[in-house]
């Protein structure tokens, strides 16, 4: 595993792991990671809805998402986040990205981070539609 900095500022991309087969020692790098760049993004995963809460679920408890309509079936902890449409009805919450927001800062305890997963990526700059989805903590 290579925890890179991405800017003077904050954030780090980390390369080498795989989210599936993760050792505590691998995962405290990650969160010592987190903690020193506030932003971090690990690149080329395959993940089930499981396996995001596995990986979720190390940092600490999870928050209940508020619409549940838009979660994973049988993952209610999983939201989805999407501007995809079928059947005239969004997959997912539309507009989960589409203005700057803090997550949940309008519970008591807002959220320490949200973690996103990318279903399905666009190309930079490409308007076509996007899936992703995201847990709490």
């Keep these: 595993m290579d925890v890179r900095k991405v800017s003077a500022a904050m954030g780090a991309e ?7 087969d993760l050792s505590d020692d691998v995962f405290e790098r990650i969160r010592d ?3 020193a760049h506030q932003v971090i ?5 395959n993940l089930t809805p499981a396996a995001q809460l596995d990986f979720s679920r ?6 209940d998402q508020l619409n549940a309509h838009y979660t994973v079936p049988d993952y209610p902890e999983v939201l989805v986040l999407s501007n995809d ?12 990205g589409d203005f700057w927001h803090s997550d949940s800062s309008h519970r008591d305890k807002p959220s320490m981070a949200t973690i996103l997963y990318a279903v399905k990526k666009i190309p930079r700059g490409a308007a076509t539609p996007s899936s992703r989805t995201c847990t709490r903590l």
Excluded at 41 to 45: E, T
Excluded at 58 to 63: K, N, Y
Aim: net charge negative; charged share 30%.
């Design 33 to 35: 990671a987190f903690h």
């Design 85 to 96: 449409v079928k059947d005239g009805k969004p997959v997912g919450l539309i507009d989960g």
């Design 41 to 45: 993004a690990i690149r080329d995963q």
């Design 14 to 20: 980390i390369v080498d792991v795989d989210l599936n």
């Design 58 to 63: 190390r940092f600490g408890a999870l928050e």
